[in-house]
């Protein structure tokens, strides 16, 4: 019965916090130089959306506000939720994954691959025969690798040292950031398409770039949460999780696999954004506790909800000046890695 009521209670809090996104969602579109009321935006998505369309008609709006709406702002709110959704969810994986608190696709590394992957795509133009998806297919490239040898250095025998995790993670973003810096002074043309994936940046995002991202993401989302429950059973340690019947080498391979392909769909969209991996999962983990099956949803709506609202901070704090969201979720994110430090550190003392 405990577990019926839990399950019933993890239920109706996904339930809460895909209606909050929804309406911190509306609620941004109004938010900007246009004078649009929450009534008057809700009522021009609604517009747009089938089945919805016979209470809510868009020729009530004026077309300058559906324009700005449903054009500009709606999918950049969208791919916003889409992109903070999966680095939630993978700050949870890769934090269960390496049984480290501090593990975060931007500290370990990973969107500094992903980053490198796409610069290269952007540059050469190599994949140019794989079309819309050439970005994306090179930032998957660059993250796998990324995570496969920041694993392989912190892996002795069957544990994974968190120092050596750290360094090797860092030491590699490092590497990887500054062999970006190196062509884009080669390649002074594409330096501003390039300084996207550095910065991390939603401006001027269409309904294109949520096509283009949105399956890498959802295909990658949906296997991990398909794995919660093995994931369960490695933060107990390797030895448990192979007791249980797991095979460990293929599920280790799995979810470096769906950890790559959701962060290149992230990156390629976006660029590289910090730290909204390492800060969500965390604030989850406080309300509802360790289990990956309500950590990893739970994550990716908090995820997307903190950097919708990052977002439209970055584009509006300044006036007309529109600010990277990269900066903003990095003056949030430095100082809570720093106190994460300082409690680990006071733990070992």
């Keep these: ?3 019926l009521k839990n399950r019933k209670s993890w239920k109706y809090l996904l339930i809460c916090f895909t209606l909050f996104l929804i309406a911190v969602g509306i609620f941004c ?34 077309h300058v506000h559906q324009t700005i709406i449903w054009s500009l702002r709606v999918p950049r709110i969208i791919l916003a939720a889409l992109v903070g959704g999966a680095l939630g969810v993978i700050g949870g994986t890769l934090q269960g994954f390496f049984k480290n608190p501090m593990a975060d696709p931007y500290v370990m590394g990973v969107s500094s691959g992903a980053g490198l992957g796409a610069t290269i795509a952007i540059i050469t133009g190599a994949g140019g025969f794989l079309g819309m998806i050439e970005i994306p297919v090179f930032s ?26 750290l360094l090797a993670g860092v030491a590699l973003s490092a590497f990887l950031s500054a062999v970006m810096s190196f062509l884009m002074v080669l390649n002074t043309d594409d330096i501003d398409k390039i300084y996207l994936w550095l910065m991390g940046s939603f401006a001027n995002k269409s309904w294109e770039h949520i096509q283009l991202a949105a399956p890498f993401i959802i295909i990658g989302v949906i296997v991990l949460f398909t794995l919660a429950k093995e994931m369960n059973a490695m933060v107990f340690g390797d030895s448990a999780a192979q007791h249980l019947g797991i095979n460990l080498g293929k599920l280790q391979i799995i979810l470096l696999m769906a950890t790559s392909l959701t962060t290149a769909g992230a990156v390629a969209s976006c660029g590289s954004i910090g730290f909204v991996g390492l800060i969500v999962p965390h604030i989850v983990r406080i309300m509802v506790g360790p289990d990956h099956r309500v950590l990893l ?6 995820g997307g909800t903190f950097l919708v609202i990052t977002d439209t901070i970055a584009r509006t704090c300044l006036g007309s000046q529109e ?6 979720t990095a003056l949030f994110g430095g ?13 070992v003392i």
């Design 1 to 3: 019965m405990d577990v």
């Design 29 to 62: 579109t109004t938010v900007g130089s246009a004078d649009i009321s929450f009534k008057e935006s809700a009522g021009i998505i609604m517009s747009k959306v089938p089945l919805l369309n016979h209470w809510f008609h868009a020729e009530d709006y004026p």
């Design 140 to 165: 998957f490239i660059g993250a796998f690798l990324t995570t496969w040898i920041v694993y392989s250095l912190a892996k002795v025998g069957k544990k994974v040292v968190v120092t050596t995790l």
């Design 297 to 302: 949803p739970l994550s990716f709506l908090v």
């Design 323 to 328: 600010i990277p969201v990269g900066v903003i």
């Design 335 to 347: 100082p809570f890695f720093i106190y994460l430090l300082k409690k680990k550190k006071e733990r």
